[in-house]
């Protein structure tokens, strides 16, 4: 995967860095402190460390460590109830710099009024999104993904709204906003209107997703650009990645935004006064707030930056496609009960004799072991690729990233070749009873994770129920079977994933050959694992315990002798 | 028969025992579809400290429960997951052995009705054989490992508590009310239907209609001298006016909490008294039409409370689903099964998505929470009816025949009125 990927030079360098102590990249705890306290705001410090699941390609190591700095201005006339946060992710690279030269001007040009009502939290982190999940545990003092730090000393009050910051260069050609945050939440869509306003009476070119909105609705371009946003949206937000430190400030009920300056080859060039004069506009405009902001859309999509499609609009479409699976559970029961009292006729003649075997036929009891096969590999696949990696790395020349990221793939594909012969309780009258009544369990066990994950992430419960119900709806024994088992394979969870990296990279503009999709995709299967391990991403569990155990039932059901 | 049993509880105990090593332990004792206001564990330890502390449990609004708990966890308060799991077990056993002395009443009183040719000629396959009734025992025990049960162990003073352990906590006489009815000792099913149903104010099945009005009081008289005698300052009102008026407003499974939460003071008592009688209301006309079945006439009173009582939890509602095995016969008869099943199973898995979805993400409100309550309400409301319809059209096909024809001779159908 890398050059480190090598575990013996891997652990050269270590050995190497160890020797001359000094880490790779360090944030200025220091010099940022003492500029904080020299602008004038309360400054503290937090550390932290985290013990990763195992080590990825940004974080050669297993142990991540920081500091975070934050200075406080406390509002002149106001009793620090509510705070507002600027914040700006450091990486283990400088190329937030600029972001932290802005802040710091900021901080000073806010320093000198008199109008807030809010108190202001101006906080640097280092490890972009670990330090702000350890700042944001510790603030709202909640241990929800095992990270270890130190408690904070300053507080500030509830935090009303934050905004993150992106700069790499000094000059920008425009202000790009992502909204997409941990698990598809999204802000409240007042908080992306109020950056719009703001752009606007600045001056300033804002887009989304890098491109200008379109100017032209009537002709084809403008819908069809619309669509392109709409569906680069719905993958990012399924996809259940924080994109910018704001996805981690949400889960806490705090609208956030991550604002990133883009410097592409446009002609005119904003310099850093117009992003700091939007800045100060928004933070004048959320300082005016007398309570949370909740009475705009809190679940929509983006064909555009100023257009929104409401959840009344698009919630139908997946209620139509849930409907699917619960019409064809209703036939399956039909064909069962038919099937029942087909057989119980010839035994109705009067007189004693002896009554036939309860009318439950296939019982439950015969559903059970399927049931708990294909949980129990779904279990497998969520435990063990990290509970293994040790013995893989010892046996396999791989570094435990790939590692982790190959058990996966091979418990998956094991659980394709698994064969399941749970008939031996069906009758003899009906042998079609057995799939039948395992098909009708598992399309109401797909319909309800559909359902409550539709519920929750809208864009990752819409894309997997395209993709699955057709095929669970379709697989039975007879018929083609080939077939079927092409479309079964081609929707499986596993598939759905790599489909939409393609998709995605489409739509981008900048497709993908077969091999650069394939190592996108083993990195996309590590990053899921780590930012479920990390920072509470959920969508790692549900794939693996929720949604692969019920496509292993379909390809039991489809393999049914 | 013991083996499986053995196992079951067994297996039963285990879980327990992981799920309260395990991180989900506090996760799920401060769920709201677990715990209620009157039957939390945490409101217990609060009235055990206050009561260190010399200050009456009944002072503040934290304590609902009734003298003898705090007695009894005074004591047991550092094994109180032992005690849980060992009073879960129990009811297991106390069940197993009273759905067997249940079947073969059954049996027996089937005997003889067909001795008496009291039966319709062609009833033969409605007629129940040992061999079917053989597991239906062990199916009710297998109560003890309905995932609800588990929550309500972790949480709160559990669903069912042994008869011989003086605990008045709704259930426990289900197990004790089917051994005495059978056994025809009234006087044993008076003392455990009184001292065990209080706190709530919710008679349990019941059909001597002299115990009705002190069951609707709440209080069974012959306990009355046994908390005389526990503890003198009894309030007889904390516990029992609790249940009664209603006024925690903590959302729950049930129906009380969103009405009363918007509703102005001036109309509260009116309502109340509304929603309370719907618990009692259903006693007499069914005591009267079933009186010659009362456990099936108990299995619905049970199920009616755990729908209407002010403050219900999954584990009332596991507890009637642990009688589902002894109707097992009346499955040909149900007609909305499979929808109702799917409402239920959809009900409990929405509860938590929506409750996140209200209290936690902020996209959504009490309405949608309530929705799901609601309609979880009306899926156990069609359900129970659903069984007592098909219980009815049991009865009346084995005294008047299984086909039946009309005047004319076409084939008939039975419709119920």
Same mark, same amino acid.
């Given at each position: 995967?890398?050059?480190?990927?090598?575990?013996?030079?891997?652990?050269?360098?270590?050995?190497?860095?160890?020797?001359?102590?000094?880490?790779?990249?360090?944030?200025?705890v220091?010099?940022?402190?003492?500029?904080?306290?020299?602008?004038?705001?309360?400054?503290?410090?937090?550390?932290?460390?985290?013990?990763?699941?195992?080590?990825?390609?940004?974080?050669?190591?297993?142990?991540?460590?920081g500091?975070?700095?934050?200075?406080?201005?406390?509002?002149?006339?106001?009793?620090?109830?509510?705070?507002?946060?600027?914040?700006?992710?450091?990486?283990?690279?400088?190329t937030?710099?600029?972001?932290?030269?802005?802040?710091?001007?900021?901080?000073?040009?806010?320093?000198?009024?008199?109008?807030?009502?809010?108190?202001?939290?101006?906080?640097?982190?280092?490890?972009?999104?670990?330090?702000?999940?350890?700042?944001?545990?510790?603030?709202?003092?909640?241990?929800?993904?095992?990270?270890?730090?130190?408690?904070?000393?300053?507080?500030?009050?509830?935090?009303?709204?934050?905004?993150?910051?992106?700069?790499?260069?000094?000059?920008?050609?425009?202000?790009?906003?992502?909204?997409?945050?941990?698990?598809?939440?999204?802000?409240?869509?007042?908080?992306?209107n109020?950056?719009?306003?703001?752009?606007?009476?600045?001056?300033?070119?804002?887009?989304?997703?890098?491109?200008?909105?379109?100017?032209?609705?009537?002709?084809?371009?403008?819908?069809?650009?619309?669509?392109?946003?709409?569906?680069?949206?719905?993958?990012?937000?399924?996809?259940?990645?924080?994109?910018g430190?704001?996805?981690?400030?949400?889960?806490?009920?705090?609208?956030?935004?991550?604002?990133?300056?883009?410097?592409?080859?446009?002609?005119?060039?904003?310099?850093l006064? $117009?992003?700091?004069?939007?800045?100060?506009?928004?933070?004048?405009?959320?300082?005016?707030?007398?309570?949370?902001?909740?009475?705009?859309?809190?679940l929509?999509?983006?064909?555009?930056?100023?257009?929104?499609?409401?959840?009344?609009?698009?919630?139908?479409?997946a209620?139509?496609?849930?409907?699917?699976?619960?019409?064809?559970?209703?036939?399956?029961?039909?064909?069962?009960?038919?099937?029942?009292?087909?057989?119980?006729?010839?035994?109705?003649?009067?007189?004693?004799?002896?009554?036939?075997?309860p009318?439950?036929?296939?019982?439950?009891?015969?559903?059970?072991?399927?049931?708990?096969?294909?949980?129990?590999?779904?279990?497998?696949?969520?435990?063990?690729?990290?509970?293994?990696?040790?013995?893989?790395?010892?046996?396999?020349?791989?570094?435990?990233?790939?590692?982790?990221?190959?058990?996966?793939?091979?418990?998956?594909?094991?659980?394709?070749?698994?064969?399941?012969?749970?008939h031996?309780?069906v009758?003899?009258?009906?042998?079609?009873?057995?799939?039948?009544?395992?098909?009708?369990?598992?399309?109401?066990?797909?319909?309800?994770?559909?359902?409550c994950?539709?519920?929750?992430?809208?864009?990752?419960?819409?894309?997997?129920?395209?993709?699955?119900?057709?095929?669970?709806?379709?697989?039975?024994?007879?018929?083609?079977?080939?077939?079927?088992?092409?479309?079964?394979?081609?929707?499986?969870?596993?598939?759905?994933?790599?489909?939409?990296?393609?998709?995605?990279?489409?739509?981008?503009?900048?497709?993908?050959?077969?091999?650069?999709?394939?190592?996108?995709?083993?990195?996309?299967l590590?990053?899921?694992?780590?930012?479920?391990?990390?920072?509470? $991403?959920?969508?790692?569990?549900?794939?693996?315990?929720?949604?692969?155990?019920?496509?292993?039932?379909?390809?039991n059901?489809?393999?049914?002798? | 028969?013991?083996?499986?049993?053995?196992?079951v509880?067994?297996?039963?105990? @285990?879980?327990?025992?992981?799920?309260?090593?395990?991180?989900?332990?506090?996760?799920?004792?401060?769920?709201?579809?677990?715990?209620?206001?009157?039957?939390?564990?945490?409101?217990?330890?609060?009235?055990?400290?206050?009561?260190?502390?010399?200050?009456?449990?009944?002072?503040?609004?934290?304590?609902?429960?009734?003298?003898?708990?705090i007695?009894?966890?005074h004591f047991?308060?550092?094994?109180?997951?032992?005690v849980?799991?060992?009073t879960?077990?129990?009811?297991?056993?106390?069940?197993?052995f009273?759905i &067997?002395?249940?079947?073969?009443?059954?049996?027996?009183?089937?005997?003889?009705?067909?001795?008496?040719? &009291?039966?319709?000629?062609?009833?033969?396959?409605?007629?129940?054989?040992?061999?079917?009734?053989?597991?239906?025992?062990?199916?009710?025990?297998?109560?003890?490992?309905?995932?609800?049960?588990?929550?309500?162990?972790?949480s709160?003073?559990?669903?069912?508590?042994?008869?011989?352990l003086?605990?008045?906590?709704?259930?426990?006489?289900?197990?004790?009310?089917?051994? @005495?009815?059978? !056994?025809?000792e &009234?006087?044993?099913?008076?003392?455990f239907?009184?001292?065990?149903?209080?706190?709530?104010?919710?008679?349990?099945?019941?059909?001597l209609?002299?115990?009705l009005?002190?069951?609707?009081?709440?209080?069974?008289p012959?306990?009355?001298?046994?908390?005389?005698?526990?503890?003198?300052?009894?309030?007889?009102?904390?516990?029992?006016?609790?249940?009664?008026?209603?006024?925690?407003?903590t959302?729950?499974?049930?129906?009380?909490w969103?009405?009363?939460?918007?509703?102005?003071?001036?109309?509260?008592?009116?309502?109340?008294?509304?929603?309370?009688?719907?618990?009692?209301?259903y @006693?007499?006309?069914?005591?009267?039409?079933?009186?010659?079945?009362?456990?099936?006439?108990?299995?619905? &009173?049970?199920a009616?409370?755990?729908?209407?009582?002010?403050?219900?939890?999954v584990?009332?509602?596991?507890?009637?689903?642990?009688?589902?095995?002894?109707?097992?016969?009346?499955?040909?008869?149900?007609?909305?099964?499979?929808?109702?099943?799917?409402?239920?199973?959809?009900?409990?898995?929405?509860?938590?998505?929506?409750w996140?979805?209200?209290?936690?993400?902020?996209?959504? !409100?009490s309405?949608?929470?309530?929705?799901?309550?609601?309609?979880?309400?009306?899926?156990?409301?069609?359900?129970?009816?659903?069984?007592?319809?098909?219980?009815?059209?049991?009865?009346?096909?084995? @005294?008047?025949?299984l086909?039946?024809?009309?005047?004319?001779?076409?084939?008939?159908?039975?419709?119920?009125?």
């Amino acid at each position: 995967m890398g050059l480190l990927s090598d575990p013996v030079r891997r652990r050269a360098l270590a050995r190497l860095v160890l020797r001359l102590n000094a880490p790779l990249w360090a944030l200025p705890v220091a010099w940022l402190e003492r500029t904080m306290r020299s602008v004038g705001l309360e400054v503290y410090t937090q550390s932290f460390s985290r013990k990763l699941p195992f080590p990825d390609e940004t974080h050669e190591r297993y142990m991540v460590s920081g500091t975070n700095v934050y200075g406080i201005l406390r509002a002149p006339r106001a009793a620090s109830t509510e705070s507002l946060v600027l914040t700006v992710p450091c990486g283990s690279d400088s190329t937030n710099s600029q972001a932290v030269g802005l802040l710091l001007a900021l901080a000073a040009h806010f320093r000198g009024q008199i109008y807030w009502a809010k108190d202001i939290i101006f906080l640097v982190t280092e490890h972009d999104l670990l330090g702000t999940e350890a700042w944001l545990e510790a603030y709202h003092d909640v241990n929800v993904t095992g990270m270890q730090s130190s408690p904070l000393q300053g507080r500030a009050g509830a935090i009303q709204a934050a905004v993150a910051l992106e700069l790499s260069s000094d000059v920008v050609t425009s202000l790009d906003v992502a909204v997409e945050g941990l698990n598809g939440q999204l802000p409240n869509l007042d908080l992306l209107n109020l950056f719009q306003t703001f752009c606007q009476k600045g001056g300033l070119l804002c887009t989304l997703q890098g491109k200008l909105q379109p100017q032209d609705w009537t002709s084809l371009d403008g819908p069809l650009q619309g669509l392109q946003t709409l569906l680069l949206m719905v993958l990012r937000q399924a996809s259940g990645r924080p994109h910018g430190s704001h996805g981690l400030f949400l889960r806490y009920r705090v609208e956030a935004l991550t604002l990133r300056g883009i410097n592409s080859f446009r002609q005119y060039k904003y310099d850093l006064v $117009a992003v700091g004069k939007a800045l100060e506009g928004m933070f004048r405009k959320l300082n005016h707030l007398l309570e949370r902001l909740h009475q705009s859309f809190f679940l929509y999509l983006l064909p555009a930056l100023s257009r929104f499609v409401s959840i009344g609009l698009y919630m139908p479409a997946a209620g139509f496609l849930l409907l699917v699976l619960g019409l064809k559970a209703l036939e399956l029961w039909m064909q069962l009960h038919e099937a029942e009292v087909g057989v119980e006729e010839p035994g109705g003649a009067p007189g004693p004799s002896v009554p036939l075997p309860p009318s439950q036929g296939v019982g439950l009891a015969s559903l059970v072991a399927p049931l708990l096969i294909s949980q129990a590999m779904g279990l497998a696949l969520y435990v063990l690729p990290v509970l293994g990696q040790h013995v893989a790395t010892q046996h396999f020349p791989v570094a435990e990233a790939e590692a982790v990221v190959l058990t996966l793939l091979a418990i998956y594909a094991a659980g394709l070749a698994l064969p399941h012969n749970t008939h031996r309780v069906v009758s003899t009258q009906a042998p079609d009873r057995g799939w039948m009544a395992l098909k009708l369990v598992a399309l109401i066990y797909l319909a309800l994770q559909l359902g409550c994950i539709a519920l929750t992430n809208f864009s990752l419960g819409f894309l997997l129920a395209t993709t699955m119900v057709p095929a669970a709806a379709l697989a039975k024994p007879h018929g083609p079977r080939t077939l079927y088992a092409a479309l079964l394979v081609l929707t499986s969870p596993a598939a759905t994933l790599l489909g939409s990296l393609f998709l995605w990279r489409e739509l981008q503009e900048a497709p993908l050959s077969l091999a650069e999709g394939w190592q996108l995709f083993l990195a996309a299967l590590a990053q899921g694992v780590l930012e479920h391990h990390t920072y509470g $991403a959920l969508l790692f569990p549900l794939l693996s315990l929720g949604l692969y155990p019920c496509w292993l039932l379909f390809w039991n059901v489809l393999f049914w002798k | 028969m013991a083996a499986p049993l053995a196992l079951v509880l067994v297996v039963a105990v @285990t879980v327990r025992a992981a799920l309260f090593r395990s991180s989900l332990a506090e996760f799920i004792s401060e769920r709201v579809e677990v715990v209620s206001p009157l039957s939390s564990w945490k409101r217990v330890v609060e009235g055990l400290s206050l009561l260190d502390l010399g200050v009456s449990p009944y002072s503040g609004a934290v304590f609902h429960e009734t003298p003898l708990i705090i007695y009894l966890f005074h004591f047991l308060i550092d094994y109180a997951e032992l005690v849980f799991m060992i009073t879960d077990a129990l009811t297991a056993i106390a069940l197993y052995f009273a759905i &067997q002395d249940f079947n073969k009443v059954v049996f027996k009183k089937q005997k003889l009705l067909l001795e008496l040719d &009291q039966y319709a000629p062609d009833v033969a396959e409605l007629i129940r054989t040992p061999m079917e009734m053989r597991y239906i025992p062990l199916k009710v025990a297998l109560l003890q490992c309905f995932p609800q049960c588990y929550f309500s162990c972790l949480s709160d003073i559990p669903v069912s508590v042994p008869p011989y352990l003086v605990c008045p906590r709704t259930p426990l006489s289900p197990p004790a009310a089917v051994h @005495t009815c059978e !056994n025809e000792e &009234q006087g044993l099913l008076d003392l455990f239907l009184g001292v065990c149903h209080d706190v709530c104010g919710k008679p349990s099945g019941n059909r001597l209609p002299l115990l009705l009005p002190s069951q609707l009081l709440g209080f069974h008289p012959r306990s009355l001298w046994l908390y005389c005698w526990v503890s003198p300052d009894f309030k007889l009102s904390c516990a029992v006016k609790e249940g009664l008026s209603v006024p925690d407003l903590t959302p729950n499974i049930g129906l009380f909490w969103y009405f009363f939460a918007e509703m102005f003071e001036h109309f509260s008592l009116f309502f109340v008294c509304v929603f309370q009688i719907n618990v009692f209301f259903y @006693t007499i006309p069914l005591a009267i039409k079933l009186k010659e079945h009362p456990i099936f006439f108990m299995f619905i &009173q049970i199920a009616i409370i755990a729908i209407f009582k002010s403050y219900p939890t999954v584990g009332d509602v596991a507890l009637y689903m642990a009688f589902f095995p002894v109707w097992n016969h009346l499955y040909r008869f149900l007609r909305n099964i499979f929808v109702l099943t799917c409402i239920i199973i959809v009900c409990s898995l929405l509860f938590p998505v929506l409750w996140h979805l209200w209290i936690y993400a902020g996209s959504a !409100n009490s309405n949608f929470f309530y929705a799901i309550t609601l309609t979880f309400n009306v899926g156990q409301i069609l359900l129970i009816s659903d069984y007592f319809y098909a219980f009815l059209r049991r009865e009346y096909y084995l @005294t008047h025949g299984l086909y039946l024809t009309a005047k004319d001779g076409t084939e008939a159908m039975l419709v119920l009125k």
